[in-house]
C-alpha cells in the first residue's frame, strides 16, 4: 500500500532567466518515507529541479506541493517551517563558524525549537562531530563538512530532507559513509531526494527514481528497475547494451 504523498511536482517549468526554461514540464512525486534519486546527464535540471522545490528558484510554471500545500514561490527559510531540509552540493556550511554554531544555525528560523536537545541527537548521529564541536567548519575535510551540512539540515527533524550531489569530491570510503548516513536517515522516517552523479549506488539504495534528459522525466520506476533497465544502463550508467 502507497503511505502519503508528500511532495508533488506537476509540469513545472523553471530556470534562472525569464523565458528561459532548463526545466521543461516536470513531473515528480515522494511518498512519505521514501527515498528517491535524480539522476541524467550534466545539464539535465537535475540541480535546478532540487533549488526549485526549495524555493531558491520560482517555477515559471506548474504546481510545487507540499503535504498538500502550494509551495511554488514560497521562500525557503517559510519552505524549512513546512517542514523540508536542503543541503546544497557547495557552500553549504558557515565555514567560519564552529561545528556547534552550525548546528544552533540550522534552527534558528524556528522560535522555540530545543536547540539543546536537537543538537545532542545530531551529536549521537554523527559521534565524528561530537568531539570536535568547537572546530570551525572550514578547517574540516570534504567528508566531514557533508556531515556538518546534514546534521544543519536535519536540525527541525524535516519530513523531507533534499540531498544535492553529497558524494561529489568525495573519497570511496567517505562516500560509502554519506550513503550509509543517507539510509539510517531514511530508516528513522525521513523522506530524501537525491540528486546524485554516483548514480549506479544512489538506484541500489533507492525506493523510486527519476531520470533526467533535457530539462524532462524521461523515465521513472523502482530504483531496481531503473539500474537494470538495458536503455538506462546504456545511456546514464555507462552499461553497454548486450549485442
Known amino acids: 500500500?502507497?503511505?502519503?504523498?508528500?511532495?508533488?511536482?506537476?509540469?513545472?517549468?523553471?530556470?534562472?532567466?525569464?523565458?528561459?526554461?532548463?526545466?521543461?514540464?516536470?513531473?515528480?512525486?515522494?511518498?512519505?518515507?521514501?527515498?528517491?534519486?535524480?539522476?541524467?546527464?550534466?545539464?539535465?535540471?537535475?540541480?535546478?529541479?532540487?533549488?526549485?522545490?526549495?524555493?531558491?528558484?520560482?517555477?515559471?510554471?506548474?504546481?510545487?506541493?507540499?503535504?498538500?500545500?502550494?509551495?511554488?514561490?514560497?521562500?525557503?527559510?517559510?519552505?524549512?517551517?513546512?517542514?523540508?531540509?536542503?543541503v546544497p552540493q557547495i557552500a553549504n556550511v558557515f565555514k567560519s563558524l564552529t561545528i556547534d554554531e552550525n548546528l544552533e544555525m540550522g534552527a534558528f528560523v524556528k522560535d522555540g525549537a530545543p536547540i539543546k536537545r536537537l543538537k545532542q541527537e545530531m551529536y549521537d548521529r554523527f559521534p565524528a562531530l561530537a568531539a570536535r564541536k568547537k572546530q570551525t567548519a572550514g578547517t574540516l575535510s570534504g567528508g566531514e563538512r557533508q556531515q556538518v551540512a546534514m546534521a544543519k539540515a536535519l536540525m527541525l527533524r524535516p519530513a523531507l530532507l533534499i540531498l544535492d550531489e553529497p558524494s561529489a569530491a568525495l573519497s570511496p570510503i567517505m562516500v560509502k559513509d554519506v550513503f550509509e548516513q543517507i539510509q539510517q536517515v531514511q530508516a528513522e522516517g525521513t523522506a530524501i531526494l537525491l540528486v546524485e552523479q554516483?548514480?549506479?549506488?544512489?538506484?541500489?539504495?533507492?525506493?523510486?527514481?527519476?531520470?533526467?534528459?533535457?530539462?524532462?522525466?524521461?523515465?521513472?520506476?523502482?530504483?531496481?528497475?531503473?539500474?537494470?533497465?538495458?536503455?538506462?544502463?546504456?545511456?546514464?550508467?555507462?552499461?553497454?547494451?548486450?549485442?
Open 1 to 86: 500500500m502507497m503511505s502519503e504523498l508528500i511532495l508533488e511536482v506537476e509540469n513545472v517549468h523553471a530556470g534562472y532567466i525569464k523565458d528561459v526554461d532548463i526545466l521543461q514540464g516536470i513531473n515528480m512525486r515522494i511518498y512519505a518515507g521514501e527515498l528517491v534519486t535524480i539522476i541524467g546527464p550534466n545539464g539535465a535540471g537535475k540541480s535546478t529541479l532540487a533549488k526549485t522545490v526549495f524555493g531558491l528558484l520560482n517555477p515559471h510554471t506548474g504546481a510545487i506541493r507540499f503535504n498538500g500545500q502550494e509551495i511554488g514561490g514560497m521562500s525557503p527559510d517559510r519552505i524549512v517551517q513546512q517542514g523540508m531540509g536542503y
Open 198 to 243: 554516483n548514480a549506479k549506488q544512489a538506484l541500489q539504495m533507492s525506493d523510486r527514481g527519476y531520470v533526467l534528459e533535457a530539462g524532462r522525466d524521461k523515465y521513472e520506476g523502482r530504483g531496481v528497475d531503473l539500474l537494470n533497465d538495458p536503455k538506462v544502463g546504456e545511456l546514464y550508467l555507462g552499461v553497454s547494451a548486450p549485442h
